[in-house]
């Protein structure tokens, strides 16, 4: 799996994360636009070994449930298919997941 750049991944946790892509606001308080720019920024220096073991821990110290966590990794990891497609001649996103509708405030 190609690891995605920084700005996809960025966006990709964005989508999930935060309310209607608001910089201020996520879906879980204490998460705003920094947090999901740290996620990006360590999942894409990190690489792509383990994506739970990367990011699990880290928003479930924010009170992310489990279901959240999950679809975040699901999302990082189609982010990086998505980058192997693209490598491929492909034009970008794959799959996108979104779970706005998954508010946990």
């Known amino acids: 799996m190609s690891t995605p750049s920084e700005e996809e991944l960025r966006t990709a946790l964005a989508s999930i994360l935060l309310v209607d892509n608001n910089e201020d606001e996520g879906i879980v308080d204490g998460i705003d636009g920094d947090i999901v720019s ?15 073991e990367s990011i699990g821990p880290f928003l479930e110290g924010y009170g992310c449930e489990e279901d959240l966590v999950q679809t975040c990794v699901s999302t990082v990891i ?15 996103f794959n799959t996108v997941i979104n779970n706005n509708n998954n508010n946990n405030n």
């Open 78 to 92: 189609a982010c990086g298919s998505s980058a192997n497609n693209s490598n491929d001649n492909n034009d970008g």
């Open 38 to 52: 740290y996620l990006a920024g360590m999942l894409h220096e990190g690489g792509f070994d383990d994506v739970e």
